[in-house]
């Protein structure tokens, strides 16, 4: 089945020790997305990548970076997790750019920073 | 400013029917989508409204009233495992998605 897939789902990672999360997926599709969700919380989009072109949101955290090698994997960089970066960490793709495309969703990585 | 209202968390019988609010506020309208979130799983999709009135897809329809920046999901013939997050996402006019907190569903026997 054609999907969205991230690992590891749950991560643990010290105050300060960069920690890399990783997405790949087989649908195929032209947009990558990662997005950080606390607890009870909306989503809020961190980066997305439309083909290789990468879009950073305004308010994204410059310890924060992200990479694209090819049309299948994505990666996210935190370069120095503090305690406020604890959360669930979604990537997600959609076929296109035009935003009415539904996102498909991995998994999931819940981080942890001790 | 842009926002997506819903109400935080809703309890419903099994079997019964459950209608979810969202109101929005955005630059400009595309569209609202509405996912199913469990708890510590991704998000997944459940609708897509453009257009004014109810679409219906199997237990589940979505409802939108542009004129009054309104959309509800209905929920019929519930189940145990529709407890759940519902998120409400309006789509603006640079086809940025806007989402709303969620709410939590809680089924009860």
């Known amino acids: 089945d054609a999907m969205v897939i991230q690992n590891p789902r749950y991560q643990v990672t010290q105050f300060g020790k960069p920690v890399t999360l990783s997405c790949s997926q087989t649908l195929n599709h032209n947009v990558m997305y990662w997005y950080q969700q606390k607890s009870s919380q909306a989503p809020k989009l961190l980066f997305h990548y439309y083909d290789k072109d990468f879009n950073n949101e305004a308010d994204t955290p410059d310890n924060f970076q992200s990479r694209r090698p090819n049309t299948s994997f994505c990666f996210l960089d935190i370069r120095s997790p503090g305690l406020g970066d604890a959360a669930m960490y979604l990537c997600?793709?959609?076929?296109?750019?035009?935003?009415?495309?539904?996102?498909?969703f991995g998994n999931g990585t819940r981080l942890t920073v001790t | 400013g842009q926002n997506i209202d819903q109400p935080t968390e809703m309890t419903a019988t099994e079997g019964a029917i459950v209608q979810i609010n969202c109101t929005y506020q955005?630059?400009?309208?595309?569209?609202l989508f509405w996912y199913q979130q469990h708890a510590g799983e991704a998000p997944t999709f459940l609708s897509y409204n453009v257009l004014d009135g109810l679409e219906e897809k199997g237990r589940f329809s979505s409802f939108l009233s542009r004129s009054k920046g309104y959309s509800y999901l209905l929920l019929k013939e519930l189940q145990m495992k529709d407890s759940a997050s519902y998120l409400c996402a309006g789509l603006d006019s640079n086809y940025q998605l806007i989402w709303g907190a969620g709410t939590k569903l809680i089924i009860k026997p």
């Open positions: 997600a793709t959609s076929r296109d750019g035009q935003g009415y495309s539904p996102l498909h």
């Open positions: 955005t630059s400009g309208f595309n569209g």
